[in-house]
């Protein structure tokens, strides 16, 4: 199609947003809080991923699935910020320090990782906390999978990489998961050595 000819009618592009594209609002949320552990990083991620398939609404195939291809622009845009955000220093807001650390009521268990926070608050589980302490590559191939249902064909597609590569990828996420969970496991009753379930 040739550039600045648009494939949908306006009233077309409102259609697939009503219709297809809004109401995977909570699912589109729900991976980026997994994959940034922070609200409004979460937010951010969601608002940026509507913004950008509205763009890119001409890239959009009528009839294929709109939930990944929302969540590769979504997964896109995560590893996009990831990585901006990690050539740029560290910044840190020195009136706010000062202001929590000169405060009368100051809690003496106060810590400064926001984000051990964030995971002991809303989800103090231990199969939550395992996920979200993998490397980001394992930790969404686990979301994606076990989580969201996608198929491998999906995942392939979402991630950009050969099924092969989401297989073994899968796999060895579910074996660090595994020995992660053990001790869980044991307390629950669980007898050890547990044959894996893929």
């Known amino acids: 199609m040739p550039d600045g000819v648009n494939k949908y009618t306006e009233a077309q592009q409102h259609e697939l947003f009503n219709r297809e594209f809004f109401p995977l609002a909570d699912s589109l949320y729900n991976f980026a809080f997994k994959l940034a552990l922070d609200e409004d990083d979460a937010k951010d991620l969601v608002q940026d991923t509507y913004s950008k398939a509205f763009r890119f609404i ?69 199969v939550t906390t395992a996920v979200n302490s993998l490397p980001v590559d394992f930790r969404t191939v686990i979301i994606l999978c076990d989580l ?16 092969g590569t989401v297989r073994s990828r899968l796999h060895r996420a579910r074996s660090i998961l595994k020995a992660k969970l053990q001790d869980y496991a044991r307390h629950l009753g669980y007898p050890p050595g547990l044959p894996p379930t893929d």
């Open 58 to 126: 001409n890239s959009f195939e009528r009839g294929t699935n709109a939930k990944a291809w929302l969540f590769k622009i979504l997964k896109n845009s995560y590893i996009n910020e990831y990585r901006r955000k990690s050539k740029q220093p560290v910044k840190v807001d020195y009136q706010e320090v000062e202001s929590v650390y000169n405060a009368d009521d100051i809690d003496e268990d106060f810590t400064t990782d926001l984000r051990a926070e964030t995971v002991r608050d809303l989800i103090g589980d231990e």
């Open 148 to 163: 969201e249902g996608f198929t491998y064909e999906e995942m392939a597609k979402i991630l950009d990489i050969p099924i």
